[in-house]
């Protein structure tokens, strides 16, 4: 996992802290010690490494390998990364806001201390200036290849937010923003192979005696790479790997470190796993799953837990995480078995095979990990399957029947999700109507809404109404007059449809209203005091007009 899961938590902490979650000071200069704090950690280790404490070394090391996103979370849970930017920027980067440059402004901090536990780690490994160097640019790379889609993404929602008509049409209205999800995530995956081989260090695989023998597993498997290419770590890691859906796309790729372990049949056995991966569809089937847990996930949020606390609508996403961590381990395991049944199937070269799982595994051969069964025991497995043809069937059936399992359960997850938006959807353009300035269609819409949505939206299509006209100007007007005659609901209702027409540093104030006509006044008052921006003197004034 390495970067992908320090990437992950980032995540999850910069979405909680979204949501309102952590400290209401911002403390910017807390960025000085989270900088500081992978190379504290460094510091220690080492010195319980000299000191002969190799345990609590060990401890300090698995610490700093987590001091990135530890480092991130204490900076916007703990000191309010958020609310810096939000006061230098004016920035909303709400949690239901359009991705703007402050999303990337807020992550960037992550991506700085991530940096730094790397060459905190470099230091604690020790060796050679050039080891050190080759380990720095290597973690970096894979570093570079985690946070890159993140960064298209943004990037791609700035451009499409560009047009007013399309952004609220993706913001507002849940079957288009699934829509837009769906071709964001089809884009990347194609652009995937391309992006790893340029994030890491590729060059092209040699035409030589190894190239042949791999063309002949190839061909042997039925299968038609795209580009064979050599992943230079500096000796760091023996892997290989195909990535990519489509055949003139894919990329396969074998690190230099398992091209200096393996001799021809070992890597043609290795290769043969790999194609195993893909023509055994593992990807797909991943992916499916994926989409199961994602699309009910979602129907969960919106349609069960709606409503509920911040706390325990988080605790739900952390315990879907877990379901995936968990699913996806227990899956991985069993298609690597696959892959290596596969590779058996088209080299018939048991030793080859075996021999090639001890070289990479080194002295590990009775330890499992996340996404891999042990050496031993895909050894113990492999020689079953040889010697007992039931047990070969009724295992490949058992993986056939989970890939099928994936796709119903992905299928069911897009039913759900599909009657889930489309029940939302009146409601959904009645929204956008607001958000556009068309207030009579806002109101002609109201019929066609349930009794929620409708009471729901009648206070915002009500004040809109009351406007002269349809311009961002008159929302703001108004909305000053009601503040400064003390009438929280109509500045609530107009606060809303502010927001919707893209005035900037109202959304807190929707908070504190909504507390206030909550009957919540003391917090409302403490929470208003708190605000900055323009419009702040002005909600006090209106909260202390009402005591």
Known sequence: MGPLFSVLAALVALTLAQAGVGASEPRPEALIIALLLP??????????????????????????????????????LGANW???????????????AWPDLGLLLAMAPFALIELSAIQASARVHGGTPLVRRHLRRFQARLLLA???????FVLFSIAVGQSHWLRTEVQYVGLASFAFTALMVAS?????????????DTQPFPDDARRQALDVVAERAGFQPGRLLVWRTGDL?????????RERGRAVLFSDHLLSLLNMRELSAVYAHEIGHARCRHVGAFIAWLCALVFLGDVLFREVLEGHSVWFQGAAGVGLLGVWYVGFGWLSRRFELEADLFSLEVQGDLAALVSALDRVGGRVRDVASWRHFSPSRRVAFLERAL???GFRIRFKAQMGRLRTAGLVAALVGLLA????????????????????????????????????????????????LSLPDGTKVAVADALEAALKAGQ?????????????????????????????????RARAVVEAERMGGEWAPRLRSALRAQE
């Open 188 to 200: 990347l995956g194609t652009l995937l192979p391309r992006l790893l081989t340029w994030s890491w």
């Open 82 to 96: 958020l609310g810096s930017i939000r006061e230098w920027t004016g920035l909303a980067l709400d949690l239901d």
């Open 146 to 152: 985690c946070c890159a889609p993140i960064g298209l």
């Open 417 to 464: 999700q599909g009657l889930s938006l489309s029940a939302d959807f009146p409601a959904d353009r009645a929204v956008v109507r607001l958000a556009r300035g068309e207030y009579a269609a806002a109101q002609a819409s109201l019929p066609r809404l349930d009794a929620e949505d409708e009471q729901e939206l009648v206070p915002l299509v009500s004040a809109a």
């Open 39 to 76: 190379h504290g950690i460094g510091f220690a280790a080492r010195r319980a490494s000299i000191a002969g404490q190799t345990v609590r070394a060990r401890r300090l090391e698995r610490l700093l390998a987590g001091s990135g996103w530890m480092g991130y979370a204490l900076l916007v």
């Open 488 to 520: 929280l609901d109509r500045s609530w209702a107009l606060a809303q449809l502010a927001e919707l027409r893209d005035i900037d540093g109202v959304r807190a104030m929707i908070d504190v209203l909504e507390r206030a006509r909550d009957g919540d």
């Open 237 to 245: 890691m023996a892997n290989a790997a195909i990535v990519g859906f």
């Open 387 to 389: 010697s007992d043809e």
